[in-house]
């Protein structure tokens, strides 16, 4: 058993991006007890444009990581550095993977390691897989 389980009072934790990769982060994470990640960009950017990429050492990973830019961040820092015992438990947190405005185009990167098994029967399936979609 992991000597860091249960370390986390919440099942989401939120940190700053930066000091490590995001696998090393989100990893971190879930090594504490967490059961989700919510990383906070440091800077001023446009969040749309940046990977959250696999290191090559993230096939084990079974959290969800977002990233959410410096503004929102900070809401949500200060929302649950002021808010009391019960309203930070009755907190509902949406996370939508969703592109704003679809199109009639199936679009998609697949990130993966070829270390990873899975991700290699993918990319050997992935003509069948696709098939349906295509036709």
Sequence with gaps: M???????????????RGGCTFVTKVRNIA??????????DTNNENIT??????DGT????????VLVSKSDGAKLVDFFSTASR???SNVNININFMKP???PIVDFTFWYTSADFRS?????????LIRPIID
Aim: proline fraction near 6%.
């Design 31 to 40: 090594h504490a007890g967490a059961k989700a990640a919510i990383i906070i």
């Design 101 to 103: 405005h679809p199109q």
């Design 120 to 128: 290699l029967m993918f990319l050997q399936n992935l003509k069948e």
């Design 86 to 88: 019960s309203d930070k």
């Design 49 to 54: 444009l940046v990977t959250m990429s696999d």
């Design 2 to 16: 992991d000597d860091n389980a249960n370390q986390v009072q919440s099942p989401i934790v939120i940190v700053e």
């Design 58 to 65: 993230g096939a084990g990973l079974r959290i969800p990581a």
